[in-house]
């Protein structure tokens, strides 16, 4: 059974420290997307990523999110410094074939609570 | 601009009865329409969706939506709700001449009572 996994699962810091999450996409699935859920807005397009190439991260703050693929099997998004508002639910998803088409995989994401 | 609202932040149902959870969209292209479901705790899975076709498009766990073009609506049904239907639902729209990303819309809360 074909998933995405997420981690880690929880990350509670302080405010200013460096944060790191992993996903690791389906394999064989070559686009990934990053979602931050909020109750307040909702869920939010951060980062998408095809054959490892970013195709939109207008939704990032691009002066504390980095978002990349090292290799087909690994995405990372990191905030530095992290700030008490980037407290959230952060999802990864990946799909295959033409995005337009097909449904997203989504984790089980990664709750970061930042003090 | 490409857009879908959901109306409704909370649908309450009794068990055994028909579901229906609203969601209209706004593109300027062909529209490609999703449903999916986000259980407490859990990321979200995919119900159905919509990419041409029958107007009537049945996915997973009985559910079933319907698209009118002439409405932008693509609303999601269920002939008999049970208690385990109870999630958070979101409708979610690609404009055909995007980039492919989805926008979603706000979630419906969906609460199926015994």
């Known amino acids: 059974d074909a998933r995405v996994t997420q981690t880690p699962r929880h990350k509670v810091t302080e405010m200013g420290q460096e944060v790191t999450m992993r996903c690791q996409p389906i394999l064989g699935h070559n686009t990934v997307f990053w979602y931050r859920q909020t109750m307040m807005q909702g869920l939010e397009l951060l980062a998408y990523f095809r054959n490892r190439a970013p195709l939109d991260d207008s939704g990032m703050p691009k002066d504390r999110f980095s978002a990349e693929m090292p290799d087909a099997t690994l995405a990372t998004l990191k905030i530095q410094p992290s700030e008490p508002r980037d407290s959230a639910v952060y999802f990864c998803?990946?799909?295959?074939?033409?995005?337009?088409?097909?449904?997203?995989?989504f984790g089980p994401g990664t709750r970061l609570t930042v003090l | 601009a490409q857009s879908v609202a959901q109306p409704e932040d909370q649908v309450n149902v009794a068990e055994g009865n028909p579901l229906t959870v609203k969601c209209t969209y706004s593109?300027?292209?062909?529209?490609?329409l999703f449903w999916y479901v986000q259980y407490p705790n859990r990321g979200l899975q995919f119900l159905l969706k919509?990419?041409?076709?029958?107007?009537l498009v049945k996915g997973s766990y009985g559910f079933e939506a319907e698209f009118n073009k002439s409405q932008t609506s693509f609303h999601l049904k269920k002939p008999s709700a049970l208690v385990s239907d109870s999630a958070l639902y979101f409708c979610a729209v690609r404009d055909g001449g995007s980039q492919g990303n989805l926008i979603f819309g706000k979630g419906t809360k969906l609460s199926v009572k015994p």
């Open positions: 919509y990419i041409t076709g029958d107007n």
């Open positions: 593109v300027s292209g062909n529209p490609y």
């Open positions: 998803a990946s799909g295959s074939g033409i995005p337009l088409y097909n449904e997203q995989f």
